[in-house]
C-alpha cells in the first residue's frame, strides 16, 4: 500500500471495526474516496432487509440465543445505483481535485480555499474560480488576481466529474485495506509486468 506524505486519509478505518466495503451491483465499489464503507452494523441490517449480497466475510461472528452469522466484509447492492455525474462542490471535492496540494506552492500543509478572482472584485464560489491553496500562500495574494499578485496556480481551475475525483482519491488510499477488499479495488488500473 502507498503512503503519501503525512497524509492520514479514512484514519477512521480500522481492523477492530470490522467495516464492510459497499459495491454496487455491478462490483465497483460504490465511491473510491471516501471508500464506500459500512459499519459492520449498517451491513447485517441490509443483509436482513434483503438489500445487499454477502460477497465476503470476516472470521468474526455475531451471535444470538438462536442464531450466528459472520461479519460481512464485502457487500454488493442489489439494485444498480446510477452515479451522480456531477460532484458536489464541497471543500473536500475541492482538495480532492487539487490533490491536497497548494496550487501555488505545491505544500500539503494548512491548506484552505483561494478565490483566482477575489470574491471583493466580483468572483464567485465556484468551481472555475476556487483553488486549493496553503494558508501562507493565501494571505500572500491577498485581494489581488494572479496578475497583480503574480501568483499563478500551477493548475487553472475546473470542475471536475466523478470520474476525475475517483481517480484522484486513488492516489490516497486508506490506512487499512482488508485482504477480502482488493480483488473490488483498483480493479480497472493498469497492472504491472
Not at 472555475?128 to 499578485?149: D, M, Q, W, Y
Not at 475525483?165 to 480497472?188: C, I, K
Amino acid at each position: 500500500m502507498t503512503e503519501v506524505g503525512s497524509v492520514a486519509l479514512n484514519a477512521h478505518v480500522s481492523p477492530t471495526g470490522f467495516p464492510a466495503l459497499v459495491l454496487n451491483a455491478d462490483f465497483r465499489p460504490l465511491s473510491y474516496y471516501p471508500l464506500s464503507l459500512w459499519s459492520w452494523q449498517d451491513a447485517i441490517k441490509a443483509v436482513f432487509l434483503e438489500r445487499v449480497n454477502i460477497v465476503a466475510q470476516y472470521d468474526k461472528a455475531v451471535h444470538s440465543p438462536s442464531f450466528e452469522m459472520k461479519l460481512p466484509s464485502v457487500v454488493s447492492l442489489k439494485t444498480f445505483v446510477k452515479p451522480s455525474t456531477n460532484p458536489a462542490f464541497t471543500r473536500f471535492n475541492v482538495f480532492l481535485r487539487d490533490k491536497f496540494s497548494c496550487q501555488y506552492c505545491g505544500s500539503p500543509d494548512d491548506l484552505t480555499f483561494d478565490h483566482i478572482v477575489p470574491r471583493s472584485r466580483g468572483g464567485h464560489t465556484t468551481w472555475i474560480n476556487v483553488v486549493a491553496a496553503c494558508s501562507p500562500c493565501n494571505l500572500r495574494k491577498g485581494n489581488l488576481t494572479p496578475a497583480e499578485s503574480g501568483m499563478w496556480p500551477s493548475q487553472m481551475p475546473f470542475q471536475p466529474s466523478v470520474h476525475h475525483l475517483h481517480r484522484n482519491g486513488r492516489l490516497f488510499p486508506p490506512n487499512y485495506l482488508h485482504d477480502s477488499w482488493l480483488d473490488y479495488l483498483y480493479w480497472d488500473t493498469e497492472l504491472e509486468p
